[in-house]
């Protein structure tokens, strides 16, 4: 069995930070607005609309799910997903058959290189289960190249492929 684990297992923290950060950027846009009133830029009530907006993004950053563990058993053939739905639900587990996941990879984008590696999505037959990437879970870059390389493996052994270097 190989299991792989975030590098974030507390997400409270990472909760927290993005807390601080909306609530310093409304405050800064909250100051400006007080202490500038002769700009034009601040009378307008576009402002509101980044005082709704960040804390909008908060809330849908709590919402995101989270993997935190991922496990490979070559013996049952089946990959376990230990993961979150809400960032402060219970741990729930999810099994996942060889035979009918499918593992992608999307490193063809520009920006990739810009932002760390592509996320790695999981699917079941066509339905999407999970994405798994450095910035949502905490997962190291190494760590994500070895789970596809992981994925890869599973499948040249399912189509009896040798792998090419």
């Given at each position: 069995m190989i299991t792989y684990t975030t590098g974030r297992p507390n997400i409270k923290r990472y909760i927290l930070y993005e807390v601080f950060v909306v609530l310093c950027l409304v405050l800064i846009l909250l100051i400006c607005q007080?202490?500038?009133?002769?700009?034009?830029?601040?009378?307008?009530?576009?402002?509101?609309?980044?005082?709704?907006?960040?804390?909008?993004?908060?809330?849908?950053?709590?919402?995101?799910?989270?993997?935190?563990?991922?496990?490979?058993?070559?013996?049952?053939?089946?990959?376990?997903?230990?993961?979150?739905?809400?960032a402060f639900s219970k741990l729930k587990k999810y099994d996942l058959p060889y035979e009918v996941a499918r593992v992608e990879r999307n490193e063809n984008t520009g920006m990739v290189n810009w932002f760390g590696p592509a996320p790695i999505y999981f699917s079941k037959n066509k339905l999407d289960l999970f994405e798994i990437s450095r910035s949502k879970d905490g997962f190291t870059k190494a760590d994500l190249s070895e789970i596809y390389k992981t994925c890869v493996g599973i499948y040249l052994a399912q189509k009896n492929l040798q792998p090419t270097s």
């Open positions: 007080y202490m500038f009133p002769e700009y034009r830029a601040f009378k307008n009530p576009n402002y509101l609309l980044w005082a709704i907006v960040l804390p909008s993004r908060l809330f849908f950053e709590i919402r995101r799910e989270r993997v935190y563990e991922i496990s490979f058993d070559h013996e049952k053939q089946l990959m376990s997903f230990s993961y979150k739905t809400w």
